[in-house]
């Protein structure tokens, strides 16, 4: 079993939909939850952070871990064509990071 | 500032080729990352270096050789690589362990 599980889509919505993406993981230890997006060819950019259960809210973007059921979640609310990419999910146990393996979303104009 | 800076974007090279590539960060973070990401696939750790020691070396083939020549300097010297060593070279700094900055990456071909 893969410490982090994500469903690697590939995800199509219209645009101004919300956008769910989730992950599950095994491993208790876990720290720091991790979304990023990553564009074709370029390196993964943060989007957001959290440590503890419960939901993180950053403009269109919010965050939600829930460590009982192991188990993250990213929403993208308004969802735009500009946000058409790949999308990582990653936690911690100190210095080591482990990453799902990524969902592709397309937004359609 | 969240930047972490690589060279070159792009490298072309063929296996008898040496090569650097180059990362740096001033944001003052004490952990350094080098990570080789292929297509369609997620980062894959290669090294950390922690207060500019290496501390973690996730069994990666002599051909790649990482050094840190100060905190905010990590180089990836490559010497004798496989066609199959082509991939996106990305490096990444943390501090406090809660989360990473990536660099751009240097997109890697050997001929």
């Known amino acids: 079993q893969k410490e982090v599980e994500q469903d690697p889509g590939p995800l199509s919505v219209p645009e101004g939909a919300i956008v769910s993406l989730n992950c599950t993981y095994s491993?208790?230890?876990?720290?720091?939850f991790m979304w990023y997006r990553q564009y074709s060819r370029k390196g993964p950019e943060l989007l957001m952070y959290?440590?503890?259960?419960g939901n993180k809210e950053d403009g269109r973007f919010t965050a939600q871990v829930d460590k009982s059921s192991k188990y993250i979640s990213l929403f993208i609310r308004d969802s735009q064509p500009s946000d058409s990419a790949t999308y990582l999910c990653?936690?911690?146990?100190?210095?080591?990071?482990?990453f799902g393996t990524g969902t592709s979303l397309t937004v359609i104009p | 500032d969240t930047e972490v800076t690589q060279t070159p974007k792009h490298l072309v090279m063929g296996m008898t080729n040496k090569k650097s590539l180059k990362c740096e960060q001033h944001?003052?973070?004490?952990?350094m990352y080098w990570y080789k990401q292929k297509a369609k696939k997620p980062p894959e750790l290669m090294f950390v270096?922690?207060?500019?020691?290496?501390?973690i070396n996730e069994s990666v083939p002599s051909r790649f050789s990482p050094e840190c020549p100060n905190s905010s300097l990590l180089n990836l010297h490559l010497h004798a690589l496989q066609p199959e060593d082509s991939a996106l070279y990305l490096c990444?700094?943390?501090?406090?362990?809660?989360?990473?900055?990536f660099g751009p990456g240097t997109r890697l071909t050997v001929l």
């Open positions: 990444a700094s943390s501090q406090d362990l809660n989360t990473q900055y």
């Open positions: 491993n208790s230890a876990f720290q720091y």
């Open positions: 959290t440590y503890s259960s």
């Open positions: 990653a936690m911690n146990t100190g210095n080591q990071f482990y």
């Open positions: 944001m003052g973070h004490r952990a």
């Open positions: 270096y922690s207060y500019e020691k290496l501390s």
